[in-house]
């Protein structure tokens, strides 16, 4: 008897000293937001549907002897989607600088300034042959065999943090798509104080290499873009700019496009209630893949408008409005406006 209970608690002790040295820190978040979209489109039927956002995500992190710490995360989101495994893995080191490393994303993206908008999940379906954009990103592009390297805080000049990334070809073989081989990009992040403005300006360069068996295109993607946000207590203003080219669009990847954004917003928190209202202007002039610039300029002028109350902790009641205005190829289509109420429950 003796002896089965050696054999038992040795047995214990190495089960538990193994699940001790292989486990790391799991943390969960997410958020359900669920509500009813009301769609007003200028030359349509008015529409109404439920719209949902689902996300749940793990992250996965554990600290080495030396203090580095190494984590990654995947996401289970919505019904449509599915999930989301590409996330590689971040090395944070004791300095306060990380490098992300597989499907590590491109620096100048990672800078953009968050323009205040809407928070509601409306919008006004637009056709998919019009290409002007309406974020700052819109010409970042990478491969998943890349890096981006994050500096700490108070780099070169207090207040400055930057990034860089490099990808590179896959090796797959080319085909008439239009793909992405590799890029390189820089970003950088500058907050100081103006008396009682924080002050954040934001501004990113990125440069794609893509090939195509076919035509070659004119201008790979690649751009530039600068934002500004002040934040004065409880207000935010931020503005943004950007400009670039995209190649690989529309549904066999032949065409490509030059376009410019222009984006402002405001926002407002007093007490349980928050205010935003955001403007966003772009323009494409996009074309086949390897053609001279012709034709009249895609657009979509969008204003959106929110209110968000804070119900719980957690729990936050929306109301939203979006008013779009858009031109393909220089003709009105797609004009319209939308409305939604929902909440978003979040942990």
């Known amino acids: 008897m003796k002896k089965e209970l050696l054999m038992g608690t040795a047995l214990v002790s190495t089960l538990g000293a193994a699940s001790v040295a292989e486990a790391v820190t799991a943390t969960m978040s997410g958020n359900h937001q669920t509500g009813m979209e009301f769609d007003s489109p200028n030359g349509g039927t008015d529409t109404n549907a439920q719209i949902n956002d689902n ?7 554990e ?6 710490t ?3 995360s995947f996401k289970v989101m919505d019904e449509n989607t599915k999930e989301d495994y590409d996330a590689g893995f971040t090395l944070a080191f004791t300095d306060g600088s990380k490098l992300d490393v597989i499907n590590a994303g491109n620096a100048s993206g990672s800078h953009a300034v968050s323009i205040p908008s809407s928070a509601g999940a409306e919008g006004v379906a637009n056709t998919s042959t019009n290409m002007a954009p309406t974020g700052l990103d819109f010409m970042t592009g990478s491969t998943v065999l890349g890096l981006e390297y994050h500096t700490a805080s108070d780099f070169l000049a207090d207040g400055l943090k930057m990034s860089f990334s490099l990808s ?9 798509t239009y793909r992405t081989d590799g890029h390189a990009a820089i ?7 103006l ?8 501004a990113g360069y990125s440069e ?8 070659a295109a004119n201008d790979d993607t690649g751009g530039m873009h600068v934002g500004l946000s002040a934040v004065t207590g409880d207000l935010t203003v931020a503005v943004g700019f950007a400009d670039g080219s995209v190649a690989g669009v529309s549904d066999n990847g032949s065409d490509e496009y030059t376009a410019d954004v ?28 390897g053609s001279t610039t012709a034709g009249s300029d895609d657009s979509q002028e969008v204003t959106s408008a929110s209110i968000s109350y804070a119900v719980a902790s957690g729990v936050t009641a929306i109301l939203g409005y979006t008013s779009t205005e858009s031109a393909d190829e220089g003709g009105g289509t797609d004009d319209g406006s939308a409305w939604y109420i929902g909440a978003n429950m979040a942990f």
């Open 55 to 61: 996300n749940f995500t793990v992250s996965l992190s």
């Open 63 to 68: 600290t080495t002897d030396g203090g580095m």
């Open 70 to 72: 190494i984590s990654s």
């Open 168 to 176: 590179t070809d896959n090796g797959a073989a080319g085909t008439s």
């Open 187 to 193: 970003g950088a992040t500058y907050v100081t104080d």
């Open 195 to 202: 008396g009682d403005t924080a002050l954040t300006i934001g």
């Open 208 to 215: 794609v290499d893509g090939t195509t068996t076919g035509t």
């Open 262 to 289: 222009v984006k402002a917003g405001v926002k407002y928190v007093t007490g349980d209630l928050t205010f935003n209202v955001g403007i966003a202007s772009g323009e494409a002039d996009d074309h086949a893949i």
